[in-house]
């Protein structure tokens, strides 16, 4: 059962320190999505990624966000410097296609807390 | 531009009664339609999605929506609530042309006993 994987799980830090959220998309899917879950604003879309390639970040706070794709089995999506602000759930989710109609496979997420 | 309004941010129901979750959607062109389920602690997980063809569309667990391009709108309906199906849900719109997915705020549905 191909999943999507996200490390860690949960992540505390402190505010002004670096952080960087692992995604490992399902084998074979070409485009990746990072999202931003909070009470306050749902679900948010960061940036996507098709065949490794950027091609949308505007939903990114440039000044500390940035998003990459070393390789075709990993994403990160790293914050330096972190903020309270920042606190919030990040999906990472991928797609067999780079088509409309795809359906997109959720990873379990990341919970950030910055203090 | 495309937009997605879910109405109610939350919806509560008894066991064995329906359940009707609302979907609005705007788009200039033809939509592709979905809806997501969150379970606590967990990613989005995808129930249905309309792209072409038939207007009712079944899911998995026993949920079912029917594109209504009239009155623009894509509702989630179960004809009986189970305890399980307690979660957030999430409506979504994409264009033909594009790869981004808009997800509406959210209906969370609580099914009580």
């Known amino acids: 059962d191909a999943r999507v994987t996200q490390t860690p799980r949960d992540k505390v830090t402190e505010m002004g320190q670096e952080v960087t959220m692992r995604c490992q998309p399902i084998l074979g899917h070409n485009t990746v999505f990072w999202y931003r879950q909070t009470m306050k604003q749902g679900l948010e879309l960061l940036a996507y990624?098709?065949?490794?390639?950027?091609?949308?970040d505007s939903g990114m706070p440039k000044d500390r966000f940035s998003a990459e794709m070393p390789d075709a089995t990993l994403a990160t999506l790293k914050i330096q410097p972190s903020e309270p602000r920042d606190s919030a759930v990040y999906f990472c989710?991928?797609?067999?296609?780079?088509?409309?109609?795809?359906?997109?496979?959720f990873g379990p997420g990341t919970r950030l807390t910055v203090l | 531009a495309q937009s997605v309004t879910q109405l109610g941010s939350h919806v509560s129901v008894s066991e064995g009664a329906l359940v009707l979750l609302r979907c609005n959607y705007s788009?200039?062109?033809?939509?592709?339609l979905f809806w997501y389920v969150q379970y606590p602690n967990q990613g989005l997980q995808l129930l249905l999605k309309?792209?072409?063809?038939?207007?009712l569309v079944k899911g998995i667990n026993g949920f079912e929506a029917e594109f209504k391009k009239s009155e623009t709108s894509f509702h989630l309906t179960k004809p009986s609530a189970h305890m399980s199906d307690a979660a957030e849900y999430f409506c979504?719109?994409?264009?033909?042309?594009?790869?981004?997915?808009?997800f509406g705020a959210g209906t969370r549905l609580f099914v009580k006993a």
């Open positions: 309309y792209t072409t063809g038939a207007t």
């Open positions: 990624f098709r065949n490794r390639a950027p091609l949308d």
């Open positions: 979504a719109v994409s264009d033909t042309g594009g790869f981004k997915t808009i």
């Open positions: 989710a991928s797609g067999p296609d780079s088509s409309s109609t795809d359906t997109q496979y």
């Open positions: 788009s200039s062109v033809p939509p592709y």
